[in-house]
């Protein structure tokens, strides 16, 4: 005799309108230079970029405004990294 589900069974599922404690997006490096994030940012086609530090955890955002702005600064080379032109904000979170 073979069994068969009548009832599916409950799955455990966060409450709607949960919100997660662990960011989600694409993630850049404070060694990255700016065209590098850039370039990440124009294929993700995300608003902000998670900055993580060495260990993985998210030490703040990037937004595109923040990334052309220092493009476009005096003090602009081909060689700036994020951690030249980003102040980390916000909690750490592990990734």
Do not use: N
């Given at each position: 005799m073979t069994l068969v589900e009548t009832h599916p069974r409950e799955t455990a599922r966060p409450p709607s309108g949960a919100v997660s404690l662990r960011p989600s997006g694409p993630r850049v490096w404070a060694?990255?230079?700016v065209e590098v994030?850039?370039?990440?940012l124009d294929s993700s086609r995300a608003g902000r970029l998670l900055l993580?530090?060495?260990?993985?955890?998210?030490?703040?955002?990037?937004?595109?405004?923040e990334l052309s702005a220092a493009r476009d600064g005096a003090r602009y080379t081909d060689r700036t990294q994020l951690r030249d032109i980003v102040h980390?904000?916000?909690?750490s979170f592990s990734l």
């Open positions: 060694d990255m230079t994030a850039l370039s990440v993580c530090d060495e260990d993985g955890r998210c030490t703040g955002t990037v937004s595109r405004a980390s904000s916000g909690p």
